[in-house]
């Protein structure tokens, strides 16, 4: 009997939860395409998988590079939207609220104009997987803005969940995560950070990459979740 063999697609999979995701998946039975807007770093990531992933240098943040890429691409199964942003971070009082409109141009509008482009060709029995965060989830001064931004692919889960049906479509919302996100900080001050956050963590310790990508994992292969929000955050929004 000849293996079916399936296909996923990541955005954003050069490096960090994109990476780790196309690590995870890789193997009998699943095809992995990463894609990211630098043609080295994207290089470096798929030589890391052993080249044994697809690859494909565009920018998701412009529609025409989006449009061409899956026209270009053929059917496919699993989409992971992993497009990441780091504006709106700040106290709300001297934020600058153009910040937010930033924010959204690097994360939340990659994210959908990719799966729009990709809806011709995605196979409705497959997924998509949005990549949000633990900010929209949680009471904690300094990340209103940033909330907001991760806070719409929050709300827009379950209603595309229906909308496009039986296509399903889910959120994982990751915590503090040890990933280059955090590289706008020193490395000392960022492992300030990451112990203040370890401590404040009811599992003791921040996030790998690897974790969030077993999280991504099982909402590809579980074909009865969808309009779900997954956070992995080691349980940080409960303390915070």
């Not at 296909?7 to 999979?13: A, C, N, Q, R």
């Not at 998509?128 to 719409?152: E, K, L």
């Not at 039986?166 to 996100?181: E, M, S």
Request: net charge neutral; charged share 20%.
């Amino acid at each position: 009997m000849t293996e079916t063999i399936q296909h996923t697609v990541i955005i954003g999979g050069s490096s960090g939860i994109g990476l780790a995701t196309a690590r995870k998946l890789l193997g009998p039975g699943m095809k992995v395409t990463i894609t990211g807007r630098n043609q080295d770093k994207l290089n470096t990531a798929w030589k890391s998988l052993g080249g044994a992933a697809e690859k494909s240098a565009f920018d998701a943040s412009k529609p025409d590079e989006v449009r061409q890429f899956f026209d270009s691409l053929g059917p496919f199964d699993h989409l992971v939207l992993a497009a990441s942003g780091g504006k709106g971070l700040g106290p709300f009082e001297t934020l600058d609220l153009a910040d937010i409109g930033s924010g959204v141009d690097e994360k939340v509008r990659p994210q959908l104009s990719c799966l729009q482009a990709a809806l011709p060709t995605l196979n409705k029995s497959g997924s998509v997987t949005f990549i949000s965060a633990v900010s929209a989830q949680v009471a904690m001064p300094g990340v209103a803005g940033i909330g907001a931004i991760n806070g719409m692919l929050l709300t827009v889960v379950p209603i595309l969940a229906v909308e496009l049906k039986p296509l399903r479509v889910n959120v994982v919302a990751p915590g503090v995560i040890d990933t280059p996100w955090w590289d706008f900080l020193a490395d000392e001050q960022r492992q300030v950070v990451f112990a203040d956050y370890a401590g404040k963590t009811p599992v003791g310790r921040i996030g790998r990459a690897e974790d969030v990508a077993s999280a991504i994992a099982f909402l590809v292969s579980n074909g009865f979740m969808t309009g779900q929000v997954l956070t992995c955050d080691g349980g940080l929004r409960f303390a915070a």
